[in-house]
Nanobody, 114 residues
Framework: QVRLVESGGGLVQAGGSLRLSCAASVDISRFTDMAWYRQAPGDQRELVASITNKDNTNYDESVKGRFTISRDTIKNTVDLQMNALKPDDTAVYLC????????WGKGILVTVSS
């Protein structure tokens, strides 16, 4: 059974940094791609960053230059380094993996205060 568990969220001031980590219960190299999404209250879920099994990355325009996604196939984790955080980054961040089926973590709250 595939489980994705997020960690590293919390409260940070604007301009600060946080590092989110998603731990998978299986070998992540099996997934076609993994990603971080976020959902703010009242908003739709949106893609923040993704990484393929060939380490190709993709970022939403709003986070380019500030966020970095990476994966560790030994630890079976996918991390999201978030720098220069803004209040608009406040949301629940969810880990996603795809291998013919979509898998989701439960999400973790990131709050950026102004």
């Amino acid at each position: 059974q595939v489980r994705l568990v997020e960690s590293g969220g919390g409260l940070v001031q604007a301009g600060g940094s946080l590092r989110l980590s998603c731990a998978a219960s299986v070998d992540i190299s099996r997934f076609t791609d993994m990603a971080w999404y976020r959902q703010a209250p009242g908003d739709q879920r949106e893609l923040v960053a993704s990484i393929t099994n060939k380490d190709n990355t993709n970022y939403d325009e709003s986070v380019k230059g500030r966020f970095t996604i990476s994966r560790d196939t030994i630890k079976n984790t996918v991390d999201l380094q978030m720098n220069a955080l803004k209040p608009d980054d406040t949301a629940v961040y969810l880990c996603h993996a795809y291998r013919g089926v979509n898998y989701w973590g439960k999400g973790i709250l990131v709050t950026v205060s102004s």
